[in-house]
C-alpha cells in the first residue's frame, strides 16, 4: 500500500540554523500539507500546497518557514532560522482530492529538536 | 479551535467492541465528520468519514445520530493495537478551510 514517507526520522540542529524537512507523498496525490506537535499538544496545521502554490497557511506559518515541490516527487518544509519553540514533531500529509470527499494521509513524522 | 467534544479517555477490554462517542452540536449542514487516530507519537491514520448515513469500513464503523449533533466510532473487536488517540474532526464538504483541526481526542486503551 502505498505511504507519504518523511526524513530524516530525527533532525537535531541549533538554534539559528536552518532545516530542510522532506517529504515524498504518494505518487497521484495532488494536494500536500504540513502540520506540526509540540510535544504533549495537539497536532497543529501549518500549511497547505497545491499546484505549485501555498493555498492555505496558518498564522504559525511565518517568514521563518517556506515550502517547495522540487521536483516531482518531493515536497519539502523549511525552517530558516530555528527556534527553541520550533522544536516539535512535523507530519507531512497528501491527499488525492478527488471529487468533493478527501481524506488526508499522513506520514511518520520528522521529530525536529532545537538547541 | 476544533468544534467537536470527546471524552478525555475510555477503556476497553481487548476483544470487545469499543464505542468512541464525539459530540458536533454545531454541525452545519455541508461539514462531513471524520475519524482519526494517532497511535504512540506516529502520523495519524484517516479511518472512516460520513455526512449523515452510517457507514462501515474494514477499520470501523461509523453511527451519526438523525439530527447529525453527535456520532459513535464502533471498533468492533478491539485489539491491543487499537490503543491510541481518536480524533473526531468536522470539516466541510466544500469550500472553507482544507486544514484539519485537531482536538484533543480520546485516550483508547485497550487492555487484555
Known amino acids: 500500500e502505498p505511504e507519504v514517507t518523511q526524513t530524516p526520522s530525527h533532525q537535531v540542529t541549533q538554534m539559528g540554523q536552518e532545516v530542510i524537512l522532506r517529504c515524498v507523498p504518494i505518487?497521484?496525490?495532488?494536494?500536500f500539507y504540513w502540520y506540526r506537535q509540540i510535544l504533549g499538544q495537539k497536532v497543529e496545521f501549518l500549511v497547505s500546497f497545491y499546484n505549485n502554490e501555498i493555498s492555505e497557511k496558518s498564522e504559525i506559518f511565518d517568514d521563518q518557514f517556506s515550502v517547495e515541490r522540487p521536483d516531482g516527487s518531493n515536497f519539502t518544509l523549511k525552517i530558516r532560522s530555528t527556534k527553541l519553540e520550533d522544536s516539535a514533531m512535523y507530519f507531512c500529509?497528501?491527499?488525492?482530492?478527488?471529487?468533493?470527499?478527501?481524506?488526508?494521509?499522513f506520514g511518520p513524522g520528522t521529530r525536529l529538536t532545537v538547541t | 479551535d476544533a468544534k467537536t467534544t470527546q471524552p478525555t479517555s475510555m477503556d476497553c477490554a481487548e476483544g470487545r467492541a469499543a464505542n468512541l462517542p464525539c459530540n458536533h452540536s454545531t454541525i452545519s449542514g455541508n461539514e462531513y465528520v471524520y475519524w482519526y487516530r494517532q497511535i504512540h507519537s506516529q502520523g495519524p491514520q484517516y479511518i472512516i468519514h460520513?455526512?449523515?448515513n452510517n457507514e462501515t469500513n474494514e477499520m470501523a464503523s461509523l453511527i451519526i445520530t438523525e439530527d447529525r449533533k453527535s456520532s459513535t466510532l464502533i471498533l468492533p473487536h478491539a485489539t491491543l493495537r487499537d490503543t491510541a488517540v481518536y480524533y473526531c474532526i468536522v470539516r466541510p464538504l466544500w469550500g472553507g478551510s482544507e486544514k484539519l483541526v485537531f482536538g484533543k481526542g480520546t485516550k483508547l486503551t485497550v487492555n487484555p
Open positions: 460520513g455526512l449523515k
Open positions: 505518487s497521484n496525490h495532488l494536494y
Open positions: 500529509a497528501s491527499s488525492p482530492r478527488t471529487g468533493l470527499v478527501y481524506e488526508q494521509y
